[in-house]
């Protein structure tokens, strides 16, 4: 059970898109819609901005959006704010009450 | 209000055993897995275990087996994580968080363990 990939860090400017995103495998990410992305402010609880691929909580921005392709799964976040600075981690169920995260991507707004 | 209390900040010295707790109210707690999560100084997050408090399942990562144990008590809505030996290296955050859709999260619980 390895760690999903993600890019050490991500930037953008403000207005703009960019997209993170977390690789797994075909018996995690691949095999199940079951991919989560966290937004960590320093200091702070993880906060849920997508869960089971493409769902947002209520309350969370419409910026905020959820893919997948093969074995990789993409967070989104357009029209980029200042708030949206912060570290964004990916979540995969694996099979057997299993879970996988990746390792974390630093978001910088320019 | 589905909510998830962690227990209080601990500082340990190696080789002490330490046991601490997630309290879960406003749900039916024995009716949701509860998972654990280790998130060391300026690194990501780690899915250590799993626990279903129903039936006392537990589900553990290869990494932490043998490391940890995971329990917890449904009479009173509480689950807990602990190490019979701690390290230096086990020095973290530890989050507890509701599997539900989407997971519900604590507030986490630091653990620092020096000489």
């Known amino acids: 059970q390895s760690a999903l990939t993600q890019p050490a860090s991500v930037s953008g400017s403000p207005g703009q898109s960019i997209t993170i995103s977390c690789t797994g495998t075909g018996s995690d990410v691949g095999k199940y819609d079951l991919v989560s992305w966290y937004q960590q402010h320093p200091g702070k609880a993880p906060k849920v901005v997508i869960y089971?691929?493409?769902k947002r909580p209520s309350g969370v921005s419409n910026r905020f959006s959820g893919s997948k392709s093969g074995n990789t799964a993409s967070l989104t976040i357009s029209g980029l704010q200042a708030e949206d600075e912060a570290d964004y981690h990916c979540c995969s169920y694996a099979g057997t009450d299993t879970w996988v995260f990746g390792g974390g991507t630093k978001v910088t707004v320019l | 209000e589905v909510q998830l209390v962690q227990s209080g900040p601990e500082m340990k010295k190696p080789g002490e055993s330490l046991k601490i707790s997630c309290k879960g109210s406003g749900y039916n707690f024995a009716t949701y897995w509860i998972a654990w999560v280790r998130q060391m100084p300026g690194k990501g997050l780690e899915w250590m275990a799993s626990?279903?408090?129903?039936?006392?399942?537990?589900r553990y990562s290869p990494s932490f087996q043998g490391h940890v144990t995971i329990s917890g008590d449904k009479s009173t809505s509480t689950a807990y994580l602990q190490w019979s030996s701690l390290k230096a290296s086990d020095t973290a955050m530890y989050y507890c968080?509701?599997?539900?859709?989407?997971?519900?999260w604590g507030q986490g619980t630091l653990v620092a363990v020096s000489s």
């Open positions: 089971e691929l493409t």
């Open positions: 626990f279903y408090p129903g039936d006392s399942d537990t």
């Open positions: 968080a509701r599997q539900s859709s989407p997971w519900n």
